[in-house]
């Protein structure tokens, strides 16, 4: 139980960082918070929560735009995301 919650614990300082350098989208944050509102959820999905951890660390909006990037763009987050069954579906007004 204490790796779970060290997981998400990480997830939360990481998502905290991101959101404080200014890029991070809100709409994909408001989906990360639903995980970390209800941890219990994804019992057993600690190593897709890692995952994820690592990509809003290397996150970049930009990703992708240039060649031999590490970095993780939108496509990579929403991927894991929907492994976690978080779908988003973004509106259109």
Request: a negative charge.
């Amino acid at each position: 139980m204490e790796a779970k919650s060290e997981a998400f614990q990480l997830l939360q300082r990481a998502l905290a960082t991101a959101q404080r350098e200014g890029e991070f989208p809100d709409w994909l944050a408001t989906d990360i918070q639903a995980i970390l509102r209800q941890p219990e959820n994804y019992a057993g999905k600690e190593f897709l929560v890692r995952t994820l951890t690592a990509q809003i660390r290397d996150y970049d909006p930009y990703a992708g735009s240039g060649c031999f990037s590490d970095s993780c763009g939108i496509g990579d987050l929403e991927r894991t995301l929907s492994q976690l069954g978080i779908d988003h579906q973004e509106e259109i007004n």
